[in-house]
């Protein structure tokens, strides 16, 4: 038996567009001026990605890629940065990073669910996280801005600093802010903010929602973000992985049962369609001390030789009885034998069923089917800066 693997790269090129929302032209109207004179402030706001020209920044799109224009698949993990700037305009601006992940949401409905690990009728998100931090400039003379977290102290997500799109309230258009407050950068200010943003496909902020027995008490599965890992896959499903196929894991007990069943067939021979063990004999498990013991048991010398005839026994003149290797008419209580071991070896098949590395492994596989099927699955991000009224 053997888990279907994910070898199939996910077909999911999740584009990031990215879009410098400059205000309209920042533009105020000296009300003192004499004359009908329009002042026209310095609008200088900009951006720029980590993959754009060094020391550029861009008033209207920039280059942000969040995904490197790869494939994604299940484990994959990165991370990006961009940053932006007041650029010394003459005004005030507030200013916003917005998000949107609404294509990375449910990818089951109400008609269509998953089956995890053996349970069906069970939902299915894409399973992304992210991680938003942001930084200032060398010399900058702002405050850093604060990042939102959807959590409060009593969820389990709220250490890692991870969070799931799933846990977002966003606009209609599926925008909100990465922000808490409104952060602003004061007139004349070369302050440069650096967002990065990390992603990563991790299943383990979203297989409990499964409520699996693999999952629940005392199964419960930590959200684990560690990429970082002395064997070959993260932390997190290392651990289902060793379960299953590690030294005397899952999948070794089944085999073992499963060969105790063959063996058992390859003795006692298998039942017939009619529901009958077909008669038949096996070597004779009885040791020479044992047939020695039987056979001195015996008065009457009609039935010692009738022993000795069944069970090999030769009469040597110098020394004595020697037992020859003999089969016998096998007496097991065949149906009783057999339902033990294939009640264990139905156990066994079932442990690795319900397993936790089955678990992941439907809940990727799922989500790279329904995530292939789609055209494109995108996460936006965009920069607003607005003029704050002079006073
Ligand atoms: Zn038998
Ligand atoms: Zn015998």
Redesign the pocket.
């Known amino acids: 038996m053997e888990l279907r693997r994910l070898i199939v790269l996910l077909f999911l090129a999740v584009v990031i567009t990215s879009t410098l929302l400059s205000s309209t032209m920042a533009r105020y109207t000296d009300q003192f001026s004499g004359g009908d004179r329009a002042l026209i402030a310095v609008w200088n706001m900009g951006a720029r990605g980590e993959d754009d020209t060094p020391g550029e920044f861009y008033n209207k799109g920039f280059t942000f890629n969040l995904f490197d224009s790869k494939s994604v698949q299940p484990m994959d993990y990165g991370e990006k940065s961009f940053t932006f700037r007041g650029g010394g305009s003459d005004v005030a601006i507030a200013y916003d990073v917005e998000m949107d992940v609404a294509d990375l949401l449910q990818l089951t409905t109400e008609e269509i669910k998953a089956i995890i690990a053996g349970e069906s009728g069970k939902d299915v998100f894409v399973p992304f996280i992210f991680k938003i931090t942001a930084k200032l400039n060398e010399g900058a003379t702002g405050e850093v801005p604060t990042i939102f977290s959807p959590y409060d102290e009593t969820s389990p997500y709220y250490d890692t600093g991870w969070f799931r799109p799933k846990d977002i309230e966003f606009d209609e258009e599926g925008y909100f802010s990465i922000f808490e407050g409104t952060p602003v950068f004061p007139p004349g200010s070369t302050d440069e903010v650096t967002i990065t943003v990390a992603w990563q496909w991790n299943t383990s902020f979203y297989i409990n929602d499964t409520n699996i027995p693999a999952v629940t008490e005392p199964n419960y599965v930590a959200a684990d973000p560690a990429t970082g890992s002395e064997g070959v896959y993260p932390p997190y499903y290392q651990v289902a992985y060793d379960q299953y196929y590690g030294s005397g894991g899952l999948l070794e007990q089944y085999e073992a049962a499963q060969n105790a069943l063959v063996q058992y067939f390859e003795v006692h021979g298998s039942p017939e369609e009619n529901g009958n063990w077909p008669p038949h004999s096996v070597p004779?498990?009885?040791s020479d001390a044992?047939?020695h013991a039987?056979y001195n048991a015996i008065i009457d010398p009609v039935e010692q030789q009738a022993f000795l005839n069944?069970?090999?026994?030769l009469m040597d003149p110098e020394a004595g009885i020697i037992?020859t290797e003999?089969a016998?008419f096998c007496t097991a209580d065949h149906f009783a034998e057999y339902s033990v071991l294939k009640a264990a070896a139905d156990e066994a098949l079932h442990a690795c069923q319900t397993s936790l590395l089955q678990a992941y492994d439907d809940y990727d596989t799922f989500a790279v089917d329904a995530l292939a099927a789609r055209e494109v699955a995108t996460v936006l991000f965009r920069i607003k800066g607005e003029q704050v009224a002079p006073r």
């Open positions: 004779c498990p009885l044992e047939h039987h069944t069970h090999g026994g037992w003999h016998i």
